[in-house]
């Protein structure tokens, strides 16, 4: 019989679904990758079986019987564990009241017995082969220690099915190759593990099936002997999808105007291409591949420990972000709610910003030369927003990316950085968006275009770079580009 | 852009209710006028929030930036008594030289006070509070190591230090200074680039540093107003009160912060204004005059305003909601 079942699962955030009836079965005692791109659904299809997020439409079934899975705490009575991507640890408690804490397995009075939380912790602790004191800050623990510390705490919950989100992202070699002797020692111990991935060497190595999802949709479901890299990745990318030529032929004939050898950062290594002035370039790669963090090198967020940076002919190292926009570099943030903009300030403060000293005397701002600066612009962009006035936090996505693309644009730089600016807002202002790129490169900026997308990538840029783990993988021309070799090259 | 925007402008509700309680139980003087209502009350009161009032323009820019200024009430103490040291002490030179020395002097050395505030915060990155709790305590101490812990009395008689007193204290100069200081940062937080990067980094320091803001120099500049304004409100109380007080000023930091936070400021930055501001330094000035005036006890007094300030900022709270 299935150990977990669920069925028809619809979840929407605002007006984007993020699933649309998607299906996934756990038999006892088996690896079971969850795979897709990025954006398919998989993150959130494994916390709503964890309790963490609520379907809002959907039924899930343990041995069988309906379970009602509302909070993570129900989740542990059912002995369903995660392990987030991004732990969710304590990291100033110490490793034993890391695990105790909100464990219901763990009964005492109101008073912590330190003795107690040893006896409790130690056989799990050994299990997952952490070998730690309990009184150990788990701040200090190293990221591969920390994950294990979450298996062994959701060991202790009981957990029959433990599902871990991307659990080798943030690891090295070593850590990795000891998660999955323990994955495998888990496995005979009669433990299911869902394993949200989109490496294909992992899954091939630990998983015994594989589950497809793509927008949302549960695409199929293969055992991993008898399928290959091929079918997952046409899975996972779909035949449907066209790779229209919306770009027209003009090749890039511009003077390089950035080139960039062997860049190393510590996310990166060896980075090295070139673009030209009028070119459009691509950078695909997973989240983690070091396609943003070869923008915080450009501009100056990240330190460089190697290589070089060629700006129009001169060698510069752009040491923080205000140096890179002043040699002419712009970077639209991956986070626009972290990084990008200031929710309670209005549309034309926020746009203005980076450039208030070309629109002051004295001083003061000169509001009717503000307002003459980004009005043509905004327009251009096809902003829509109640008034100029308006806070910025008050408009929907798109019309937010389009405030900040307009404040990149104001500071009038040669190359721009665009890192995922179409993700999570609607289509209309992806064609915005589109449109307003093609015309840059057309009045001879040089642009990189991040994103998770490929089709966007194969219909808006003249090259395509690859990343992965920080390095380049590959570098297609996007005519010959296809999403498959991309994908290969990319995971 | 407008200077005030009367949509966000809700701090002024709470101030027309306190006057006109205000108004309602005010005592009748012996011609059966309201005494609240006579001129001389009306510029008693503010007179009475000038030092808080102009401690708390500074404020609101510090806390627009998502800081705290703890030490405003020990700068404030360094600044009565370096300014009453000075004026007690002969010199040759002429009474307004003498005069200009002393205030320039105490001005000096409470914005030298507030840029190692900011200093410490920016180029350190430590927390403003923390770093303005040290240096509250430090200050006091300076303060109380420079005067030997005495205060330094300034004579009604006819020395410097007298007629000192006898020009700042008066209400013109009391009153025109806060006015003038008052527009001065409201046009400049509404006005200017500097201004408007004092709230962006408030809004989201990440997304400034993103924005190539020059962040470290902003704060050290907004600590060191800080410092200015309560040194000269230091000016202004050692001629209200006659005497350089080492042990001045003690929880002004909480009246000021309170006048901000009554005035619609948000305490996490980015949003705030001046007008607000005032305002708040306007409610608290009338709520304890009326109060006053009608012979309330001052421990009384004291329940009443906690409870004034928590229903301002509610009510402010719920039509943000709305």
């Known amino acids: 019989m299935d150990l977990l079942h669920a069925e028809n699962i619809n979840k929407h955030y605002g007006g984007v679904s993020a699933l649309r009836g998607a299906h996934f079965t756990l038999r006892a005692g088996e690896v079971h990758a969850l795979m897709g791109e990025n954006g398919a659904g998989k993150s959130t299809l494994a916390k709503i079986i964890a309790g963490s997020v609520q379907a809002d439409t959907g039924t899930i079934l343990v041995d069988g019987k309906p379970a009602a899975i509302s909070s993570p705490l129900d989740a542990q009575r059912f002995g369903i564990g995660i392990i987030y991507q991004e732990l969710d640890l304590f990291p100033h408690l110490s490793v034993g009241e890391n695990i105790v804490i909100g464990n219901l397995r763990f009964r005492e009075g109101r008073f912590v017995r330190f003795q107690k939380v040893e006896s409790f912790c130690r056989p799990f602790l050994e299990q997952v082969g952490l070998d730690c004191p309990t009184s150990q800050t788990s701040g200090t623990l190293s990221i591969g220690q920390m994950q294990l510390l979450a298996i ?80 997952l990745i046409r899975m996972m990318v779909g035949r449907e999808l066209k790779t229209s030529a919306a770009r027209p032929e003009i090749q890039p004939s511009g003077e390089i105007i950035l080139c960039v050898v062997n860049l190393s950062t510590n996310k990166l290594h060896d980075v090295s291409f070139e673009l030209h002035r009028g070119e459009v370039l691509g950078i695909a790669g997973l989240v983690g591949s070091g396609r943003s963090e070869l923008g915080a090198a450009l501009f100056g967020v990240d330190p460089r420990v190697g290589g070089a940076i060629h700006l129009k002919r001169k060698l510069v190292a752009p040491r923080s972000p205000r140096e890179a926009i002043e040699l002419g570099v712009g970077l639209l943030p991956e986070d626009r709610k972290l990084q990008g903009l200031m929710m309670q300030m209005s549309v034309i403060e926020n746009s203005t910003l980076a450039v208030l000293n070309r629109l002051q005397s004295l001083g003061f701002i000169r509001s009717s030369r503000e307002t003459a600066e980004v009005k043509p612009l905004f327009d251009d962009l096809a902003l829509k927003c109640s008034s100029y006035g308006a806070s910025a936090g008050s408009l929907s996505g798109g019309n937010q990316q389009k405030v900040l693309l307009a404040k990149c644009l104001l500071a009038n730089p ?45 219909r808006c840029c003249d090259r395509i770079l690859v990343l992965k783990e920080g390095r380049v993988t590959a570098t297609y021309d996007s005519a010959a580009a296809t999403q498959e070799k991309i994908m290969a090259a990319a995971s | 852009m407008i200077l005030l925007n009367l949509r966000e402008f809700r701090s002024i509700l709470g101030l027309v209710g306190i006057l006109i309680l205000a108004i309602a139980f005010s005592p009748a003087a012996a011609d059966g006028s309201r005494i609240f209502l006579q001129p001389g009350n009306l510029t008693d009161i503010l007179r009475q929030i000038s030092v808080i009032g102009i401690i708390a323009l500074a404020m609101t820019y510090v806390i627009l930036t998502a800081g705290i200024d703890l030490s405003v009430g020990s700068i404030l103490a360094l600044s009565t008594s370096v300014t009453a040291m000075i004026l007690t002490r002969a010199s040759s030179s002429s009474y307004s030289q003498h005069i200009i020395v002393a205030i320039l002097a105490a ?88 201004g408007r990067h004092v709230r962006a980094i408030g809004d989201n320091e990440l997304a400034g540093r993103y924005t190539g803001l020059p962040i470290r120099s902003i ?104």
């Not at chain 1, 950085?417 to 009045?443: C, H, M, N, S």
């Open chain 1, 152 to 231: 062994a705490r959701a060991l202790s919950m009981n957990a029959r099915v433990i599902l871990m989100d991307e659990p080798t992202s943030s690891l090295f070699d070593d850590s990795v190759e000891r998660l999955f002797r323990l994955i495998a020692d888990l496995k005979r111990r009669g433990v299911s593990i869902v394993y949200v991935s989109h490496k294909m060497n992992e899954i091939f190595r630990i998983c015994d099936r594989v589950t497809v999802l793509r927008d949302g949709e549960t695409i199929g479901t293969r055992v991993i002997a008898e399928t290959g890299a091929g079918e």
């Open chain 1, 414 to 458: 040669d190359v721009l950085f665009l890192d995922d600016p179409t993700r999570g807002i609607d289509v209309g202002a992806k064609e915005d968006i589109y449109r307003i790129i093609a015309k840059l490169a057309a009045g001879g900026k040089a642009v990189i275009f991040v994103s998770s997308e490929l089709p966007e990538l194969l």
């Open chain 2, 107 to 194: 001005l000096a050395i409470s914005t030298a006070a507030g840029a190692l505030n900011g200093a410490v915060i920016a180029l350190l990155d430590i927390q403003p509070f923390v770093v303005t709790l040290a240096s509250m305590i430090g200050i006091r101490g300076l303060a109380k190591w420079l005067t030997g812990n005495a205060n330094i009395d300034i004579g009604f008689g006819r020395d410097v230090a007298a007629a000192f007193a006898a020009i700042v204290r008066q209400k013109i100069v009391v009153i025109g200074s806060y006015l003038a200081l008052a527009v001065m940062f409201w046009i400049v937080l509404s006005r200017t680039v500097f």
């Open chain 2, 219 to 322: 704060k050290i500049w907004v600590y060191s107003l800080s410092g200015l304004l309560s040194g000269f409100a230091g000016v202004l109380y050692a001629a209200e009160n006659h005497q350089g007080n080492p042990n001045a000023g003690v929880a002004y930091e909480l009246d000021a912060i309170a006048a901000v936070v009554i005035g619609g400021t948000r305490l996490a930055g980015g949003k705030g204004s001046i007008p607000g501001t005032i305002v708040g330094a306007l409610t608290i000035g009338v709520l304890t005059n009326m109060l006053r005036l009608n012979n309330v006890d001052s421990n009384v007094e004291m329940m009443i305003k906690a409870v004034i300030i928590v229903l301002a900022v509610a009510v402010q709270r719920q039509r943000i909601a709305e």
